[in-house]
């Protein structure tokens, strides 16, 4: 009788699934619990389900003895495990590949760093009904999560090779970090909202044939700011990822021991604070993240921050800042046709950002005013505090492109480099910041509550 045998994919428990095949055997009889195999003692008889019954008389689990892998059983039918194995790795990414909201949407394969092997592209192909099979009948997975496994379009992917099934910790951990750097670098660039499905990881067999090992499941994705939940990632998006992702990748340089160095901290914490608050939903919590991240790359003061954030949007002039929109091109599908009303500008936003968090920063409760209703471009109005999420991740993700691109990453070692990249390019220190806020902006309008 075939007899097919497997063992769980958790190396400190033996019943619980996912479960791996390891073998298919051919034996006169069948195993019962407690019998030895030539990978383990026998713990589980599988029940009659796919794909347990598939091609096999009999399944079982065993407690596999990770030495055992390296060789085969007389017995065994199986074809033998190849020299070399093709792994990839995949985190999906939200694209609208019919064209609703966007002219420019991704088509075919992008190698985004041919070096290493990254690339993104539909991995729709090499999704079927039963690629995730087992998961759906052991795991108990929600339908939210399967139809995201299974629906799953344009992705992230790494792909490598290893001599052995068994993952390489070391090469498995770099494959993971780089599909972690190219995520958050893409959220820099246009942040989307997040699928249910996780990182997937898997092997190609030789038919071209998907094998999946293993994947995450993240916690229950955020909502993304308001204007954000149109955003899906275009061609020009993949494009600038292309540019910018070597220099982001050098955020994260390792000394010998492999522990990451402390440079480029004001750029690397920064992202990682404005990725982190993405995952939480509670608005304070993620808007101090926000608040942390624009400090980090402009500084504490706020005086002198504001004059920094107006000076690099608006290319040396604050003027041009304070009136610079926080919707960019391409923001607002064509089909909206906003008001004046609703085009907020950071000379609006910004003041506010700081009147909220210094509220927060001292224990105060917020005013009320931040959160009533105020017009948007998408037509519903929104609380005000969803405008000033939105001011916020742009001043983030924006500064950071743009450091990337003009090359300035050297600039931004530490705190002390950072504040000579403001002195001296823009010439903004903390005196001369507060003498150019009153000088510049003097005469503008200043609404109730703000102030430039």
């Not at 993971?176 to 989307?192: F, H, K, S, V």
């Not at 690099?312 to 003027?319: P, Q």
């Not at 950071?346 to 017009?375: C, M, W």
Request: proline share 6%.
């Amino acid at each position: 009788m075939r007899i097919t045998i497997w063992s769980s994919s958790h190396a400190d428990t033996s019943t619980v699934g996912p479960y791996k095949l390891l073998d298919t055997v051919e034996l006169p009889n069948p195993y019962s619990v407690g019998d030895m195999t030539h990978y383990g003692e026998v713990v589980l008889i599988a029940p009659p389900i796919p794909p347990f019954t598939d091609d096999a008389d009999q399944a079982v689990m065993v407690k596999l003895i990770p030495s055992k892998l390296s060789s085969r059983p007389e017995e065994s039918i199986q074809e033998p495990e190849p020299t070399s194995y093709d792994r990839i790795k995949f985190f999906p990414i939200h694209v609208d590949r019919f064209g609703y909201w966007t002219s420019q949407p991704p088509k075919g394969s992008y190698s985004i760093l041919a070096g290493e092997n990254l690339t993104i592209e539909d991995v729709s192909p090499l999704i079927t009904s039963d690629t995730f099979s087992v998961w759906k009948t052991g795991c108990y997975l929600s339908s939210d999560t399967m139809k995201a496994l299974e629906g799953m379009g344009y992705a992230i992917v790494h792909r490598y090779s290893t001599k052995t099934r068994q993952q390489d910790a070391k090469i498995n951990q770099r494959s993971t970090e780089l599909i972690d750097m190219t995520a958050l670098c893409l959220a820099l660039i246009r942040p989307t909202r997040r699928s249910r499905a996780g990182k997937v990881t898997g092997i190609i067999k030789a038919n071209g044939v998907f094998d999946p090992e293993g994947f995450d499941v993240p916690l229950e994705p955020a909502e993304v700011p308001e204007v954000q939940q149109l955003f899906t990632v275009e061609n020009r998006d993949i494009n600038l990822l292309r540019s910018v992702l070597p220099e982001f990748v050098q955020l994260y340089q390792r000394d010998e021991e492999g522990e990451l160095k402390d440079e480029y901290e004001p750029i690397r914490i920064a992202a990682q604070l404005y990725e982190q608050a993405y995952a939480i939903t509670y608005w304070k919590a993620r808007h101090i993240l926000w608040w942390s991240a624009i400090e980090a790359l402009y500084g504490s003061n706020e005086d002198t921050a504001m004059a920094r954030i107006y000076a690099l949007f608006g290319k040396k002039k604050l003027v041009d800042g304070y009136h610079h929109s926080i919707y960019e091109e391409g923001d607002i599908p064509s089909c909206y046709n906003p008001s004046s009303y609703s085009n907020h500008t950071l000379g609006e936003t910004v003041p506010l950002i700081y009147a909220v968090r210094n509220s927060s920063a001292h224990g105060q409760k917020v005013p009320d005013s931040h959160f009533e209703q105020v017009p948007h471009p998408l037509g519903n109005a929104v609380r005000s505090i969803e405008v000033l999420a939105e001011a916020a991740t742009l001043i983030v993700r924006r500064t950071i492109i743009e450091i990337l691109q003009r090359g300035f990453r050297e600039r931004f070692k530490d705190r002390k480099s950072r504040d000579q990249f403001w002195l001296l390019e823009y010439g903004l220190d903390h005196k001369q910041s507060r003498k150019r806020l009153s000088a510049e902006l003097k005469g503008l309008h200043k609404l109730k509550g703000k102030r430039p």
